[in-house]
């Protein structure tokens, strides 16, 4: 089981980038994100979404980081630009932490460093600034073997792929 | 060569996410993006980054949709929630436009329909609501093999993979 931590949230300067986490979080896999400071717009935002597209992802904005980090069995990951590579971080997870949950957590801000100690693994998605956005699709999709493609949420639209048209199932 | 148009690009309200398309672009391979509009300050912030960290990547806020439609030589590639399935993409790609040049167009607001209809192919990374910045580095990842990883940009500021430490190599 994969979850995220969206770390430093501002409601309103992240509002844009912080949903676009939680999407991809929901989108490439992962099962819960948590996003502590009680933006309950985010989570409606995001809820609104499982309604209509589907799964059982959820959305979490009232827990604090500790309380997260505390009850949270498993392995800590931290993304960022300065850890260890792509490739060695997922052989790592592989084998030294095969079937363990995984929380992964992802900065706004300057992420503060307790993180770093914090985490089992600080893995950076290349050295290069890009986005939390992107590292953290890419690490779903790593982790997760490109699993995400063949995933069913089950939801009330279902977007069929298709080169040319606008194909969209709405369900009764 | 791979170029990135962000279409719909508006300054305030997209100013983040934008910077996340143009440093994904960049540190996932693309040469240049264009952001039609003439945002100046989304030029600089850009820039700066190249100046810092290296490469020669390109930003573009002056030409115009029409322009860089007509004079791009190569085949444009639309990614969208309504789409081709990603692996169907690549492989034609690979096989029907081998070694011809991409132009990606990725966009913030709705894309207009004659894009869906100019594009050779319209693929989507999932279908399932995310995020245009997830995508485009899904997609760059994919049809580069992964070789973002071992690009090196040459920067006055090199980070060095190291999971415990932040290693930063500044040049003279």
Redesign the interface.
């Known amino acids: 089981m994969i979850e995220v931590l969206r770390m430093g949230h501002r409601p309103s300067r ?1 509002k ?2 912080t949903t ?1 986490v939680g ?2 979080a ?3 896999g992962a099962e819960k994100i948590y996003i502590p400071g009680n933006d309950t717009k985010m989570k409606e935002t995001l809820d609104r ?1 499982v309604r209509i ?1 589907g799964g059982d992802f959820q959305v979490d904005v009232s827990s604090g980081i500790k309380k997260i980090l505390h009850q949270h069995r498993g392995i800590v990951v931290h993304l960022t ?8 971080g997922i052989t790592r997870i592989r084998t030294e932490h095969e079937e363990e949950d995984i929380l992964v957590i992802v900065g706004a801000k300057k992420v503060p460093r307790y993180i ?1 100690e914090r985490a089992d ?2 893995i ?1 998605v ?6 939390e ?2 590292a ?3 690490f779903l ?1 790593r982790i997760s073997n490109g699993d ?2 063949d995933m069913d ?1 089950g939801g009330k639209l ?11 199932i709405e369900k009764n």
Do not use: E
């Open positions: 992240d844009r980038i676009h999407l991809v929901r989108a490439f979404v597209f630009m300065y850890g260890t590579s792509l490739p060695d770093y693994l600080n950076s290349g050295n290069q600034p890009h986005s956005v992107a953290l699709a890419l999709d995400w493609m949420f279902k977007i069929v792929p298709d080169d040319r048209n606008k194909n969209v």
